[in-house]
């Protein structure tokens, strides 16, 4: 019956380890199904596990509770066997249910099969016993046996069973169990409706888990969590810091759990108001800064845009793991300040803290994001000559963007071609993005090639090709492009820009005119473009990749979606205000020229989240990222 993990009987492989909480919520109520055969005083709990009093079905259970080990286990079993104990329905359930605590699920599935009685709790304990160790085939096979028993389906298996079909992201079998729920009556359930929402929202379905989420009677923390976790995995961290702000405002007090879920959404977000907000709670209830607390607002502060603020974070914390270091290093290096993530490698050695395979990834891509080539080449040799780690894929991946970005493309093609591993997405991603920086259009179709075999429905690469062959002036390549594309139904992602005012948040594509205040946006960013043309701003047009005419193209430019966010930004806040906005794609060269100048002509700081990384303008007339992005 023991199959294992990856046993015919899974439906898809497992990804719980992606998850950051696990439910619990069932193992409570069947300790609470069994607590009437616990010792009753403590003395009792004191005798030695293998004397039980004859005949008592309690003095067997008393034994089992005290219990170390299977081998002890065992020896309780053979007693309470020899005293014809054993076919008492309570004592079983217990030798099941403690077995199975043990992670000795063939002894306690061999006694279950014997068992001339079973009831709820025997199938509870069997089937939560074989989620506990991960073999969900077994669970869900079980819980089938136990529909077809004729017993009633109860509200403490059925937690278990919606568990298997979360870890093994089995969609499909969890609707067919939210049926069974509704067939049982046990919709209005707490723990049956918790469970529901964290199947829903763990694979995916966020929608049904929010519907199951608003009929609920009443909510504990945990299904808050959930629910919060759920948006944010899925693309939609607006929702879960509404609902944090819903649970705070129905009188809900979060607890450490759910502060590192809201941080790990406002992280998605990038939105700094609401990071300070997150901090302030967290100041308030006076919560310490454990490892997983302080990573996650080292994280937060990170993707809000201030990698000062991160440190302030990493520097208050008593203790700090591997995770942390990386996370610290990884926060300066997204802002372009490689020099200060590649000094933290000797601090973190000096503390104890051993590097791992994450802490080269974040070395490797801090120097990429600064340009520091002969120091990424050190670190790629170092960590496997001193600290025995071979380079993975995501190794490979960074020293292809590293060279690639230095223009040094075919040593980063020479480096491919000594890969024993299997190249993937990220690794002809990292070689495409190079391609389009300097124009090497040979190069990028061989890099597309390669990454329309693996993701032939991934619209962003056909457009990065696109853009080459348009920057190199290959318009009838241009067209075969788009072509394929629209003969697969595929359509280019659209760009977005946000933008914080005044604690709000306001978002802008290409010619937008749907803002309320659109005409002073207008006409806000005509005058910042006769300044700037004033300055010596010239629209850079090899940017528009479209075969027209180029005063066409001009004008296409100046209503990209960062300019109309910036222009809002200019009128509706006070002179001295920082701007900070997030774009969902990589910002463009126009873009990128243009912000530098308007930040120094208009003397104002502006902080720029794009795809890839942060660029700090500080009204000096350069970025963070030293024009290398």
């Not at 879960?240 to 702000?245: H, K, N, P």
């Not at 223009?407 to 480096?415: Q, S």
């Not at 962003?460 to 062959?469: A, E, H, P």
Request: glycine share 6%; hydrophobic share 40%; net charge neutral.
């Amino acid at each position: 019956m023991l199959e294992g993990k990856r046993s015919a009987f899974s439906i898809i492989s497992l990804e719980a380890k992606k998850y950051l909480f696990s439910s619990s919520s069932s193992a409570a109520s069947l300790s609470a199904v069994l607590d009437p055969f616990l010792p009753a005083t403590e003395s009792a709990a004191q005798e030695t596990p293998f004397s039980p009093a004859p005949l008592h079905p309690r003095s067997f259970v008393s034994a089992l509770v005290r219990c170390r080990s299977p081998a002890e286990i065992k020896k309780v079993h053979a007693l309470a066997t020899t005293a014809a104990m054993i076919d008492n329905l309570g004592v079983a359930n217990k030798h099941v249910y403690i077995y199975a605590q043990h992670g000795a699920l063939a002894d306690a599935y061999a006694l279950f099969s014997r068992m001339k009685e079973r009831d709820n709790v025997s199938w509870s304990v069997i089937v939560g016993g074989f989620v506990k160790v991960g073999y969900y085939a077994n669970c869900l096979q079980t819980f089938r046996d136990f529909v077809r028993s004729g017993l009633r389906i109860d509200n403490f298996t059925l937690p278990f069973v919606l568990r298997a079909c979360r870890d093994t992201v089995s969609l499909r079998l969890g609707v067919e169990i939210h049926h069974l729920v509704f067939k049982a009556g046990l919709q209005s359930d707490l723990s049956v409706s918790a469970s529901l929402v964290d199947m829903y929202a763990r694979c995916g379905d966020v929608d049904d888990a929010r519907k199951v989420f608003d009929r609920m009677p009443k909510r504990h923390m945990v299904t808050w969590t959930v629910m919060m976790s759920g948006y944010a995995e899925c693309g939609n961290p607006e929702e879960s810091l509404a609902l944090f702000d819903r649970m705070r405002g129905e009188g809900v007090v979060p607890d450490k759990i759910a502060t590192v879920t809201v941080a790990f959404a406002c992280a998605k977000l990038g939105v700094m108001h609401k990071a300070k907000m997150i901090h302030d709670y967290i100041s308030s209830w006076n919560f310490s800064l454990n490892v997983i607390l302080g990573t996650a607002l080292i994280d937060m502060y990170a993707k809000c845009g201030s990698a000062d603020d991160a440190r302030v974070i990493f520097d208050r914390m008593k203790d700090r793991n591997v995770i942390s270091w990386n996370s610290m290093i990884s926060a300066y290096g997204i802002h372009g300040r490689g020099r200060e993530a590649l000094d933290l490698f000797p601090l973190m050695l000096q503390s104890g803290i051993r590097p791992n395979r994450i802490t080269f990834v974040s070395i490797l891509s801090a120097c990429s994001h600064a340009g520091l080539v002969d120091e990424g080449r050190q670190f790629f040799h170092l960590m496997e000559r001193d600290y025995s780690i071979e380079p993975d894929v995501k190794h490979y991946t960074c020293m292809v963007d590293l060279l690639g970005r230095a223009g040094k493309l075919y040593e980063a093609l020479e480096l491919s071609e000594k890969m024993t591993l299997e190249k993937d997405e990220g690794f002809w991603g990292a070689l495409l993005g190079a391609c389009r920086i300097h124009g090497d259009a040979v190069l990028a179709e061989k890099a597309a090639k390669s990454l329309l075999e693996l993701r032939p429905r991934n619209s962003g690469y056909y457009v990065l090709l696109s853009n080459i062959y348009a920057n190199a002036g290959r318009w009838e390549d241009v067209a075969e492009v788009r072509d394929l594309m629209a003969s697969r139904s595929l359509r280019k992602k659209p760009g977005w820009t946000w933008i914080e005012i005044n604690k709000e948040t306001h978002r802008f594509g290409v010619g937008d005119k749907s803002h309320p205040r659109s005409k002073e946006i207008y006409e806000t960013l005509k005058v910042l473009i006769e300044k700037l043309e004033s300055a010596g701003y010239v629209p850079d047009t090899n940017f528009v990749l479209h075969d027209i005419d180029e005063e066409l193209k001009a004008g296409f430019l100046y209503t990209h979606s960062e300019k109309l966010a910036i222009a809002f930004g200019l009128f509706a806040t006070p002179e001295s205000t920082t701007l900070r906005i997030t774009k969902n794609l990589r910002v463009c060269g126009d873009c990128h020229t243009f912000i530098k100048l308007a930040s120094s002509v208009m003397d104002r700081e502006i902080i720029v989240r794009d795809a890839h990384r942060f660029h700090h303008f500080n009204g000096g007339g350069s970025c963070s990222c030293g024009d290398y992005w």
